[in-house]
């Protein structure tokens, strides 16, 4: 009777201690020269993947101006609508996403491990959003979910590289604890903050950048031309960003001709 008891006190203090607090994932995230700080923190019904430190340049990178204005990035997932809600800051303008949650077509690969913060973690792999990603998750930590866009595994994904020959992105995660976070309420009033935006689908967002690109170039050309300058060439491209939404401006870049 009194192991009874006192399994039923220790498992009365384990809900009780889970209610009132998050498990919340600390994450460093490189985007090609510049690395930050992340914190994935799980709610019973939201999940809120937030950066908490503006950029670092790398030391192979020492041209790096920070953005005074800089915005740090956050997303939500929904887990009862199974949504995904984001932002994208694109030459001057801002876009809202809800998307679909962890559309991701998943190919497991258990026989290829790593270990991960002490976690021994098995490899996964997925395209999506034009890059192929490579994933290593643990089913020690038995909970579908991940950094950023990902999940859909059956456990906690804690790496995350991009495949690229040009790019370098990577997710990985540092550290693991337990902090109160209103996860629901900041959702509540990141809703609330942006109720008058317009949030698209990704398909809608990626033709409504597209759309805005063409305008944003033609804007470029009637202004040069309205200065009389001509005899030069002027190349831009949109970087550091994990998913490819304009295949124009987000490879070679967009190269015009004065």
Known sequence: MKQIILVATLLFSCITYAQDENLVFHFQVQK???????????????????????????EFNPTYIPDEDYKRKVLFKNLKSKEVFSEYDVLGAHFFVNDSLHKMAWTLMDNETEKV?????KKAKTTFHGREYEVFYTDDIAISNGPWKFGGLPGMILKVVAKS??????????????????????????LKKNKKKKFQ??????????SF??????????????????????????????????????????????
């Not at 799980?42 to 937030?50: A, C, H, I, Y």
């Not at 913060?117 to 973690?121: E, I, K, Q, V």
């Not at 002027?234 to 870049?253: A, M, P, W």
């Open 32 to 58: 090609n020269f510049l690395t930050s700080d992340y914190d994935l923190v799980l709610g019973e019904n939201v999940t809120m993947w937030k950066e908490v430190s503006d950029p670092k340049q790398s």
């Open 117 to 121: 913060l002490g976690y021994d973690c």
């Open 165 to 190: 020959d040009k790019e370098i992105y990577k997710m990985e995660c540092y550290s693991i604890k337990k902090q109160k976070k209103e996860t629901e309420e900041e959702f509540t009033n990141y």
């Open 201 to 210: 689908t990704w398909d809608e967002f990626v033709k409504d950048f597209n």
């Open 213 to 258: 690109l063409d305008r944003y170039i033609k804007g470029l050309k009637s202004e040069v031309e309205a200065d009389g300058d001509s005899g030069f060439t002027l190349h831009f491209s949109v970087d550091n960003h994990l998913e490819i939404f304009s295949e124009k401006v987000q490879t070679d870049g967009v190269l015009l001709e004065f």
